[in-house]
T-cell receptor, first 116, second 111 residues
């Protein structure tokens, strides 16, 4: 069983379009994250949700809007896509409340977004 | 200045070599230190974690933390081609806090 899954795996779209990426985790974790990894492999936190509540919102354009319908899902909607949005987007989850588990984030396989 | 600095490499070594990967950080509030491994076109996976200063060994891997110098290292002994990946250090101030990742070091182990 896949622990953290993302759809789609690849997304090619034109500038100005609106797109969504979906993430689901079946680990029972209470915290989920969105990261952006650029071409130089730098992994940058975008958002973090704990029990459906936004707890981290880094300096990200407001064209990016996360939505967490329940603890197991965290979706990312992007409006008016720009060339600079091209990157790999990773969803991750962790159990922030349990000390033994809090060091480990489980990452999804990534969504490779290409904006043309 | 980024909170966590890591040499991006790339690093290329022959099979069997000892590999040393390093990160420095600026914030003394970091208490938990992790190493993640990321294979090409995959998500990162936790390799090791340590709390506070000292060494931790797991098979061919040793993680070392020197909080006085704000410096952490990952040593890989008897490196194998299957170790070829990008290695990212990560740090945490406390339970439930934000993870800070390094930029990753790309490692290739040549058979």
């Amino acid at each position: 069983d896949t622990a953290v899954s993302q759809t789609p795996k690849y997304l090619v779209t034109q500038m100005g379009n609106d797109k969504s990426i979906k993430c689901e985790q079946n680990l029972g974790h209470d915290t989920m994250y969105w990261y952006k990894q650029d071409s130089k492999k730098f992994l940058k936190i975008m958002f973090s949700y704990n029990n459906k509540e936004l707890i981290i919102n880094e300096t990200v354009p407001n064209r990016f809007s996360p939505k967490s319908p329940d603890k197991a899902h965290l979706n990312l909607h992007i409006n008016s896509l720009e060339l600079g949005d091209s990157a790999v987007y990773f969803c991750a989850s962790s159990q922030a409340g349990r000390l033994a588990d809090s060091y480990e984030q489980y990452f999804g396989p990534g969504t490779r977004l290409t904006v043309t | 200045q980024k909170e966590v600095e890591q040499d991006p490499g790339p690093l290329s070594v022959p099979e069997g070599a000892i590999v040393s990967l390093n990160c420095t950080y600026s914030n003394s509030a970091f208490q938990y230190f992790m190493w993640y491994r990321q294979y090409s076109r995959k998500g990162p996976e936790l390799l090791m974690y340590t709390y506070s200063s000292g060494n931790k060994e797991d098979g061919r891997f040793t993680a070392q933390v020197d909080k006085s110098s704000k410096y952490i290292s990952l040593f890989i002994r008897d490196s194998q081609p299957s170790d070829s990946a990008t290695y990212l250090c990560a740090m945490l101030k406390g339970v439930g806090n934000q993870f800070y990742f390094g930029t990753g070091t790309s490692l290739t182990v040549i058979p």
